[in-house]
């Protein structure tokens, strides 16, 4: 639906997590700030899926931590292109490339009730936190003292709605972990439309120091975390991301031009520790996937995983190829 799309414009090698945890309550740490419900170190990553539909986002850029505001940029292969924010205790800022405030995403100071307000373009936007003190159930954790926003935007009417419309976003963020659920309702519904509501959820992911997720029980694309511009920044060149498919406790990932041989990735989980037998095999039917005799293929093991990666030179030379190995290697370390 366009007035999704248009939503997403408002608003616009990695170690993360920590030890196997077990479903149990993670309590937030005593004194929670701004910056804990927006965490952007270089590499953390979240895994969402709304209306059966999934993909990742990562941080790909951000600015030294002692840094006031510091940049942060997103990246994510479900939007249109990167996300530029300005991030200090005073506010999260979404930004245009050249910095410039473009809408506030959460705001100082912390307390139930504060409001806020911003424009975007002829877009009037108003939030305001309803409660500091919900709880989530997040990849098998249980997490307090979320945060809920309520932000409405409105319309005027025009292009892309025929009459005033307001786009009105319930979020929850978690102290440690960021945004985990966001529902989003259309009024009055857009002429045509086969849904007004929408419904974001986290599903997994790998956050730096944050209350690291449950192992889960089966292992696939919701675990293993690799959006386009990671591979985009190994090959050096503008290498989109075309598909994902499950495999027996894996997931294999494929990049490029549809119709011709693709980048591919495949992680797979084993019973015991992973071997070079397991990866070598591995390997070897990500190249037979690739299909075509002129090709690179590297494979990597990470204590219960084997990880492959396989690409004709034209989409990424073989020592461009092998920079993704650290990477592919800590999206999948416990």
Request: overall charge negative; aromatic content about 6%; charged content about 25%.
């Amino acid at each position: 639906m366009r007035s999704f799309a248009l939503s997403m414009i408002l608003f616009a090698a990695c170690e993360c997590g920590s030890e196997e945890s077990e479903p149990e309550p993670s309590e937030a740490p005593e004194a929670v700030d701004l910056l804990s419900y927006f965490p952007s170190a270089r590499g953390d990553r979240w895994r969402y899926e709304a209306a059966g539909e999934k993909a990742t986002r990562a941080i790909s850029y951000a600015d030294d931590v002692n840094a006031s505001p510091r940049r942060v940029i997103m990246t994510g292969d479900d939007l249109m292109g990167a996300r530029f924010h300005e991030v200090s205790e005073e506010a999260v800022l979404l930004v245009t490339p050249e910095g410039e405030p473009i809408g506030t995403l959460l705001d100082a100071p912390l307390e139930e009730g504060h409001e806020w307000s911003y424009l975007f373009g002829d877009v009037g936007c108003e939030a305001r936190y309803t409660s500091l003190n919900e709880t989530a159930e997040v990849a098998g954790i249980t997490v307090e003292r979320c945060l809920e926003v309520e932000r409405t935007c409105t319309h005027p009417a025009g292009n892309p709605f025929p009459v005033d419309t307001s786009e009105i976003h319930t979020e929850l963020y978690c102290p440690g972990i960021g945004r985990v659920r966001e529902h989003t309702r259309i009024e009055p519904p857009p002429p045509g439309s086969e849904s007004a509501e929408r419904e974001d959820q986290l599903v997994f992911y790998r956050v730096l120091d944050s209350p690291a997720p449950v192992v889960p029980e089966h292992f696939g694309c919701d675990h293993f975390l690799l959006v386009q511009a990671d591979v985009r920044a190994a090959c050096g060149r503008a290498i989109s991301r075309v598909g994902e498919e499950e495999l027996d406790e894996g997931c294999r990932m494929t990049f490029g031009i549809p119709g011709r041989p693709l980048l591919t990735v495949a992680g797979q989980r084993y019973e015991e520790e992973a071997t070079q037998a397991d990866a070598d095999v591995l390997e070897n039917g990500t190249a037979a996937v690739v299909g075509t005799d002129e090709l690179a293929s590297y494979g990597y093991l990470q204590e219960r995983h084997a990880i492959a990666v396989a690409s004709p030179p034209e989409l990424c030379a073989a020592d461009q190829l092998d920079r993704l190995g650290p990477l592919l290697q800590s999206l999948v370390r416990r």
